[in-house]
């Protein structure tokens, strides 16, 4: 199994303008393809931002729309891309994350389960019924989107059927950083996984997010972290690493 490189592009994005979210995508992804990157993870709702009262003109089906401008920025530069959009079945709305492989291809699409209350998400949006995991040439794994890290019981249910790697794409405001910050390490442990974790940066109506977007690997430990600043960080992992620590310390085998 051959170490993976992975980026998180925490970056700031503008309320309600696909248009200049996707070009600060572009250029994101044009630095990650220079730096030989081969997944990229963006943040939650990148094209459009929590504009939700908008979010039917905002939204499209899988595979058009904006998800069709991610699958030929993939097929472009020849990365995948994960990150969550504004998604529609012709009734109701979804906030949908997607992996789609370096030839534009969709791996796995997930409809974030658990709708924030703090940000008015369940006022608008209607939350997915499922939570599937996925396999890849790298591995199998597994999606999930912002206020979902608060539930364990989905993170276990990912680890018991295969994924050694989550991606979460987020908008997590500064005021509980200190929960995401706690809350990815933990994930980690407990379930002795990869986590990718993009959080953005920047203001939008009366929030401020908080950034720290991190990678995490199976023993708990922080392989790169964000600050409240715009970057492009940087991580490669070896997925065999879940194997080592699995075998070292056996919590799956030992469960009652």
């Known amino acids: 199994m051959n170490p993976l490189t992975i980026a998180l592009a925490q970056i700031d994005l503008t309320l309600g303008n696909p248009e200049q979210n996707l070009a600060v995508v572009r250029e ?3 630095d990650a393809h220079a ?3 081969e997944i ?3 943040p939650e709702l990148w094209s459009s931002a929590y504009d939700l009262e908008r979010a039917p003109a905002l939204a499209s089906p899988l595979g058009t729309g904006m998800f069709a401008q991610v699958a030929a920025l993939a097929r472009e530069y020849h990365i995948a891309i994960v990150g969550s959009l504004l998604e529609t079945d012709g009734s109701r709305v979804y906030n949908t994350a997607t992996f789609i492989d370096a030839n534009g291809k969709r791996l796995g699409a997930y409809r974030k389960l658990h709708l924030v209350p703090m940000l008015d998400e369940d006022k608008f949006l209607a939350g997915g019924d499922a939570a599937h995991v996925f396999d890849a040439p790298f591995s199998a794994f597994a999606l999930a989107v912002c206020y979902d890290l608060r539930f364990p019981e989905l ?6 059927s295969g994924a050694r790697v989550v991606f979460l794409p987020a908008e997590w405001p500064q005021p509980r950083i200190a929960h995401w910050r706690t809350l990815l390490p933990a994930r980690a442990i407990e379930n002795q996984i990869f986590i990718a974790a993009t959080n ?7 929030q ?10 199976p023993w708990g430990e922080i392989l790169v972290e964000g600050d409240e600043r715009q970057s492009l960080l940087l991580a490669q992992i070896d997925l065999e690493m ?9 919590v799956f085998k030992d469960r009652r």
């Open 28 to 30: 994101r992804v044009i």
């Open 35 to 37: 730096h030989g990157v």
């Open 200 to 206: 953005r940066v920047g203001t939008s109506k009366d």
């Open 242 to 250: 879940v194997d080592v620590v699995r075998q070292r310390v056996p």
């Open 208 to 217: 401020i997010f908080g950034g720290h977007s991190m990678m995490v690997n």
């Open 155 to 160: 993170w276990r249910h990912y680890a018991l």
């Open 40 to 42: 990229i993870v963006l």
